[in-house]
Nanobody, 126 residues
Framework: QVQLVESGGGSVQAGGSLRLTCTAS????????MAWFRQAPGKEREGVAS???????MHADSVKGRFTISRDNAKNTLYLQMNSLKPEDTAMYYC????????????????????WGQGTQVTVSS
């Protein structure tokens, strides 16, 4: 079992930055593929970024060049640095962990992840 708790959300003006943090506890965090997802009101949840057990990253086209996912295994922590924020980035952001993954696996598909946090709200005003 892995427990995930997100923090760092808030309200910011367009062009601003936020850093989201996801703190993991329970089973060995370093052996999990991790990702950030988001869900805007009235829309489907979508994958934002994924990081493999080995530290390889993948970002959705909509955030590429603006968002950066990273992990600190020593601190059991996942990060999402978000720069140049746009109003369309407004959403609830969720941290997710996958216990069944190879060292190089990456995915932005929800079904790959079996542990989820409660989410943190990000609101970007124009």
């Amino acid at each position: 079992q892995v427990q995930l708790v997100e923090s760092g959300g808030g309200s910011v003006q367009a062009g601003g930055s936020l850093r989201l943090t996801c703190t993991a506890s329970g089973a060995s965090y370093s052996n999990h593929m991790m990702a950030w997802f988001r869900q805007a009101p009235g829309k489907e949840r979508e994958g934002v970024a994924s990081i493999s057990i080995g530290g390889i990253t993948m970002h959705a086209d909509s955030v590429k060049g603006r968002f950066t996912i990273s992990r600190d295994n020593a601190k059991n922590t996942l990060y999402l640095q978000m720069n140049s924020l746009k109003p369309e980035d407004t959403a609830m952001y969720y941290c997710a962990a996958a216990s069944r993954a190879g060292i190089y696996d990456l995915s932005l598909l929800q079904f790959r992840y079996n542990y989820w946090g409660q989410g943190t709200q990000v609101t970007v005003s124009s």
